[in-house]
């Protein structure tokens, strides 16, 4: 038994998560709950000095975004601000919970 | 007077200044990330350099090829790779006006032209890396020329 449930990490999409609109290359609208999180790294790509750069991700609920795939846009709400994205790596975690990483737009 | 090969870079930095898709984003020797705002920017470092001795008697002349790496960040949603192609063009027109770098060398020449990329932040990342090669001529004992 894993030690959070899916009903666990749905109370704390609810409480903590923002609704979110994605679409979808055949331009259906999907609408779903998941928590916006853009934590800064350091990327090294080559050079001598890294890249500053935030990584934008989405946590939210796996059959709640089942139709949406890599390119696919989503607009989220950033700091009340819709901002729009697009989908690069869907990454289920097998449990439920499916991580969205994006690309701003 | 500096080392002339600080003289050099520093010629690298200015010519490689004001370029059409870089501006002011050109730096000597920058050892902190590359964030936002000054992007797409060049790095300029000196990474390697080498002596022969043409002469026998002392003070000797001093053959010396002096290898620059000329590091071109990107970060765009897309075409990023040609936007380093087209910065890689800007620099390497810059750099032609003149291979004397200012009186202080022979000779400058482009040897090579290397890419990574990467995708885990916010819009892909590009680094293009040009060594470049300056030839120049110093004095034993007098490395300032």
């Known amino acids: 038994m894993a030690v959070e449930t899916l009903d666990d990490r749905t109370l704390l999409l609810a409480d ?12 259906a609208t999907v609408t779903f709950t998941a928590i916006y999180d853009a934590q800064h790294a350091l990327e090294e790509a080559g050079g001598f000095v890294a890249f500053s750069l935030d990584q934008p991700r989405l946590t939210c609920v796996t059959s709640q975004v089942s ?15 819709n901002t729009d994205y697009t989908i690069r790596v869907v990454m289920p975690d097998g449990t439920g919970i499916t991580e969205l990483a994006l690309e701003k737009q | 007077m500096s080392h002339i090969r600080t003289r050099i870079r ?26 936002s705002s000054v992007l797409p920017g060049i790095c300029v470092y000196t990474v390697n ?23 071109v960040y990107v970060k ?12 890689s063009a800007d620099i390497e027109e810059a750099l032609y006006t003149d291979l004397t770098r200012g009186g202080l060398a022979i000779d400058t020449r482009v040897i090579s032209f290397d890419t990574d990329f990467s995708a885990d932040g916010d819009q892909p990342v590009m680094v293009g890396r040009l060594t470049c090669e ?7 004992g007098s490395p300032e020329g």
């Open chain 2, 134 to 140: 300056v030839h120049y001529l110093a004095v034993e």
């Open chain 1, 67 to 81: 139709a949406l795939a890599e390119g696919d846009t989503v607009t989220v709400p950033v700091n009340s601000v």
């Open chain 2, 76 to 87: 765009m949603t897309s075409t990023y790779d040609e936007m380093v192609d087209q910065i």
């Open chain 2, 10 to 35: 520093q010629n690298l930095v200015t010519t490689l200044t004001g370029l059409d898709n870089t501006g002011s984003n050109c730096f000597d020797t920058r050892v902190f990330p590359m964030h």
């Open chain 2, 49 to 71: 350099e080498t002596s022969q001795y043409p002469s026998m008697r002392p003070p000797r002349t001093l053959q010396k090829r002096l290898s620059a790496r000329i590091e």
């Open chain 1, 16 to 27: 903590f998560g923002v609704s979110c609109t994605g679409t979808t290359s055949g331009n």
